[in-house]
């Protein structure tokens, strides 16, 4: 009787597996935007045929006109670059940053720093991206180089400063067989000041510190005022040109990180004069 059922359902199973097609499957909508993402192709790719990221064809997630989901926008509604802002402060460092989008350059994002008005805050982000934070005698120094985007709140902040290059020290610890690495800490400081975030092209950390994330701002954002400090701003058409192309890019619904990797691959401190 147990063979007689084995032999019924093996049957059942190569009827229902007849029905499946044998060639590639295609995703619905053919005639929309290319699918692509990386590592992942279309479906007529030999690679990995059929598969398509989301379960729908999308754009390509490093094109301006990809937009959250994967969907691609017309080119009247590509973004377009607001001015630089014009807060009167004077500026005591300036720090060049060259992002790249999927391993491609993608500009400059130069920005101003007001030291006067947040002395610690500056401080901390100045060495932080010439690669000298380095808090604890013995420490190896953190740095921006390398870093990441963290997440995009479209028009809201663009949040970057997800660090590779966290710096620190190796010891021994009891009940350890390997030495445990300790990571540079975020400084604490009791830096305030009253700057609102009412333009677009912001620099803002976190208030009180402790954080390495930094924030610009796409657009005017006063929810920004509770918990972040204003520390300077974009100096040039450049840096706001690529804020709007970070502001423009497709994120995931999940934590709303870019679905193209946005990288900073040099920090640099420059004079303060232009």
């Given amino acids: 009787g147990m063979l007689i059922g084995r032999r019924l ?24 935007a290319t699918a692509q993402t990386i590592g992942i192709t279309d479906g007529t ?8 990221w989301g379960g729908n064809r999308r ?14 926008k017309g080119d009247q509604q590509v973004e377009r670059a607001l001015p630089v802002p014009t807060k009167p402060f004077s ?16 500009g400059s994002i130069e920005l101003g720093l007001w030291r006067d008005q947040a002395p610690a805050s500056v401080d901390a982000f100045v060495k932080l991206a010439g690669g000298r934070l380095a808090p604890r005698p013995g420490d190896a120094p953190a740095s921006l180089e390398r870093s990441t985007l963290v997440l995009i709140s479209k028009d809201k902040a663009i949040v970057l400063g997800a660090l590779r290059e966290v710096g620190g020290q190796t010891q021994l610890v009891r009940g350890q067989t390997r030495p445990v690495l300790f990571p540079v800490s975020p400084p604490s400081n009791d830096d305030s000041n009253a700057i ?23 657009r005017p954002n006063p929810e920004l005022d509770r918990d972040e400090i204003v520390i300077g701003q974009v100096l040039t058409p450049e840096g706001m040109q690529v804020l709007a192309r970070l502001n423009a890019l497709a994120t995931n619904n999940y934590n709303r990180g870019a679905l193209a990797k946005v990288v900073v691959e040099r920090a640099r401190v420059l004079p303060a004069g232009g």
């Fill in 9 to 32: 359902a093996a049957s059942a199973l190569l009827s229902a597996l007849a029905w499946l097609p044998s060639g590639p499957a295609r995703a619905a909508g053919e005639g929309r």
């Fill in 45 to 52: 790719s030999s690679a990995i045929p059929g598969f398509v």
């Fill in 59 to 72: 754009c390509d997630p490093t094109d301006s006109a990809c937009t959250q989901g994967g969907r691609l």
């Fill in 91 to 106: 500026t005591s460092e300036r720090v060049s940053l060259d992002l790249s989008l999927s391993g491609q350059p993608v």
């Fill in 196 to 218: 609102k975030h009412d333009m677009a092209g912001l620099l803002s950390v976190h208030r009180g510190g402790g954080s390495f994330t930094f924030t610009l701002t796409p």
